[in-house]
C-alpha cells in the first residue's frame, strides 16, 4: 500500500514562530503537493514538486516556502506563522505514470 | 485556468437510497481527468472514481456511478444503496493530461450525511 506519513496529525503554535510540517511518501512517486483545506473552500494548491529540488507555486504560495531535498520527503514552511494560516494542511503524491494521488492523514494547525 | 463547482454544501440521503452529487467544470483543455475523492470523518482522502474525458463511457465502481457530459461540463456522481459508510465530504477534482507536474484542482465539496 501506499502510503503517505504527515509528522503531526494536530500543531498549535504562535504568531511570528517558524513551522515545519513535513511528508514523507514510500512509493518512489516524483510528484508531491501541499494543499489547505478550509470549509467552503475545498482544497487549495500551496506549493507541488514534481522532482528534487524542484518546486511549483500553486494559487496560494504567500507566506509558505517549501523543500524537497529528497525524492521521499516534501516539506511544508511557514516563515512567520500567522492567525490566518490556521488551517487543515493535506500532502500529496501522485507517480509520474499514475493518475491517483494519495494524501495524508492532514494536519490540523492552529496558530494563536 | 480551471475551476471546480459543486452547488451542493450539503446533502442528506436515506440508508439504502440513492443519491447524486452534481460537479461542473470549466476548462478549455481537451484532454484531462476527472475525479470524486471522499474524505471520511478519519480525514483520509480517497480516490472514489476516476473518468477519462477523451472515453464516452461512464466510469463505475460498484455501486459508484459518473455521468460525464463533457459537453456540458458535468460531472456527478451517483451513489446506490448508499451506506452509513458512505458519509463524508466529497470533492470533485479535474486535472490536466500531460507528460509531468500536472496537479489536482479541487472543487468545494459536498457534505454527505447517510441517515439510519
Known amino acids: 500500500d501506499v502510503k503517505v506519513t504527515q509528522s503531526s496529525r494536530y500543531l498549535v503554535k504562535r504568531t511570528g514562530e517558524k513551522v515545519f510540517l513535513e511528508c514523507v511518501q514510500d512509493?518512489?512517486?516524483?510528484?508531491m503537493f501541499w494543499y489547505r483545506q478550509d470549509p467552503g473552500l475545498g482544497l487549495r494548491l500551496i506549493y507541488f514538486s514534481y522532482d528534487v529540488k524542484m518546486k511549483e507555486k500553486g494559487d496560494i504560495p504567500e507566506g509558505y516556502s517549501v523543500s524537497r531535498e529528497k525524492k521521499e520527503r516534501f516539506s511544508l514552511i511557514l516563515e512567520s506563522a500567522s492567525t490566518n494560516q490556521t488551517s487543515m494542511y493535506l500532502c500529496a503524491s501522485r507517480g509520474q505514470l499514475n493518475t491517483e494521488a494519495f494524501f495524508g492523514q492532514g494536519t490540523r494547525l492552529t496558530v494563536v | 485556468a480551471q475551476t471546480v463547482t459543486q452547488s451542493q454544501p450539503e446533502m442528506s440521503v436515506q440508508e439504502a437510497e440513492t443519491v447524486t452529487l452534481s460537479c461542473t467544470y470549466d476548462?478549455?483543455?481537451?484532454?484531462?481527468?476527472l475525479f470524486w475523492y471522499k474524505q471520511p470523518p478519519s480525514r483520509q482522502m480517497i480516490l472514489v472514481i476516476r473518468?477519462?474525458?477523451?472515453?464516452?463511457q461512464n466510469a463505475t465502481e460498484n455501486r459508484f456511478s459518473v455521468n460525464f457530459q463533457k459537453a456540458a461540463k458535468s460531472f456527478s456522481l451517483k451513489i446506490s444503496d448508499s451506506q452509513l459508510g458512505d458519509t463524508a465530504m466529497y470533492f470533485c477534482?479535474?486535472?490536466?493530461?500531460?507528460?509531468?507536474?500536472?496537479?489536482?484542482?479541487f472543487g468545494p465539496g459536498t457534505r454527505l450525511s447517510v441517515l439510519p
Open positions: 476548462t478549455s483543455e481537451s484532454n484531462y481527468y
Open positions: 512509493m518512489d512517486h516524483e510528484n
Open positions: 477534482a479535474f486535472m490536466k493530461r500531460g507528460n509531468y507536474g500536472q496537479n489536482f484542482v
Open positions: 473518468q477519462e474525458a477523451y472515453k464516452q
